[in-house]
């Protein structure tokens, strides 16, 4: 597609219910990225996909957070038993590669957990 | 321990003044620095960028500097228009990391 897509956009779910996140990035675009910002705070990076391999998933705060890549494509965050301090919006961006070059990023999708 | 800080959450400019926005980080690996610019309930927007072989990076009105002895960077936004107003964040990448770090950011209100 032209640019970064995500959705939902908004999601509001029940603290302990499962969410899933999707990112469908720019196409050719073989490095994707997910990060979170969380109210007042800065971007926060949660993992690093290169191809269908995530080489990096040191940001993510605990085993709750998981996340595939398939087909060089669509990128899938999973969010299991949500606690209210997972609530941030949660960001997808794509570079053209990895690395020194700049990452397009999607709208975000806003998570509320209440 | 946060690599990239941006001391200033807000600053405010009038219409047709000079913006500097400023960055310091504290990882000497770092070798490229980006600026984002970010509008409420849209994801950020590549702004302008400098590898560490570079002092200044120019593009229209905005103009990235580095310093890489002080480990400093800014941007500067000259002449500031009402539609700058966003909230401006600076990340660095240590290219064999392949990981952005960002700041928490800069809101940059102009007054018209």
């Known amino acids: 597609g032209a640019g970064v897509s995500q959705s939902p956009s908004n999601k509001v779910t029940e603290k302990g219910k499962d969410v899933e996140l999707r990112c469908d990035p720019i196409s050719g675009h073989t490095a994707l990225y997910w990060y979170r910002q969380r109210l007042g705070q800065g971007l926060e990076f949660l993992i690093y996909?290169?191809?269908?391999?995530?080489?990096?998933k040191s940001g993510l705060p605990s085993d709750r957070f998981s996340a595939e890549r398939t087909g060089e494509s669509v990128s899938t965050l999973t969010i299991q038993r949500t606690q209210q301090e997972d609530s941030a919006v949660y960001l997808c961006?794509?570079?053209?590669?990895?690395?020194?070059?700049?990452?397009?990023f999607g709208q975000g999708t806003r998570l509320t957990v209440v | 321990d946060q690599q990239v800080k941006q001391n200033s959450p807000s600053l405010s400019v009038q219409e047709g003044r000079i913006s500097i926005l400023n960055c310091d980080y504290t990882n000497s690996m770092f070798d490229y620095f980006l600026w984002y610019k970010k509008y409420p309930a849209e994801g950020p927007t590549f702004l302008i960028s400098?590898?560490?072989?570079?002092d200044k990076n120019e593009d229209g009105r905005f103009t990235v500097f580095l310093n890489k002895s002080a480990k400093h960077l800014s941007l500067h936004i000259v002449p500031s228009q009402p539609g700058d107003s966003a909230v401006y964040f600076c990340?660095?990448?240590?290219?064999?990391?392949?990981?952005?770090?960002f700041g928490t950011g800069t809101r940059l209100k102009v007054l018209a």
């Open positions: 961006a794509s570079p053209q590669w990895a690395a020194n070059t700049e990452a397009f």
């Open positions: 996909f290169q191809g269908n391999s995530a080489p990096d």
């Open positions: 990340a660095a990448i240590h290219s064999g990391t392949y990981k952005y770090i």
């Open positions: 400098i590898s560490s072989i570079k």
